[in-house]
Nanobody, 125 residues
C-alpha cells in the first residue's frame, strides 16, 4: 500500500509562484507514473500534469502548459509541481496520485488509483 502526502500549497498573488511536493511512502514509488490532479471550486477534477516512472515523459493540460513543471526525485520518493505565472483560475485543491499499472504512462484520471489528501492553492487577483 502507498500513502501520498502533499505539501506546499498556500495563498499567492497572481503572477507569483509556488512549489508543491508529494511525498510517498513505500518502495514502489519509482515504478509508477504519477500525476497532479486539481479540482477548482464548482468544477470537475482536471489532470494538470503527469510524469512517467523515470521522468522521461511528461504531460500537461493546455491550461497549465508553459507555466507548470512536473518533476520527481525517485531517490527521495518525492514528486514536485513548480507553478509559475499563477492565475486566479489556478485556485484549486491539488492532489497527487499514483498510476494503477506499474510502468504505464497514460493521462486518464481513472488510471490513477492512490490519491493524497490534497493541498489548497489560492491565487488572488
Amino acid at each position: 500500500q502507498v500513502q501520498l502526502a502533499e505539501s506546499g500549497g498556500g495563498l499567492v498573488q497572481a503572477g507569483g509562484s509556488l512549489r508543491l511536493s508529494c511525498a510517498a511512502s513505500g518502495r514502489s514509488f519509482a515504478a509508477y507514473a504519477m500525476a497532479w490532479i486539481r479540482q477548482a471550486p464548482g468544477k470537475e477534477r482536471e489532470v494538470a500534469a503527469v510524469i512517467s516512472w523515470n521522468g522521461v515523459s511528461t504531460f500537461y493540460a493546455d491550461s497549465v502548459k508553459g507555466r507548470f513543471t512536473i518533476s520527481r526525485d525517485n531517490a527521495k520518493n518525492t514528486m514536485y509541481l513548480h507553478m509559475n505565472s499563477l492565475k486566479p483560475e489556478d485556485t484549486a485543491v491539488y492532489y497527487c496520485a499514483r498510476h494503477r499499472v506499474l510502468g504505464r504512462f497514460t493521462t486518464t484520471m481513472t488510471d490513477f488509483d492512490f490519491w493524497g489528501q490534497g493541498t489548497q492553492v489560492t491565487v488572488s487577483s
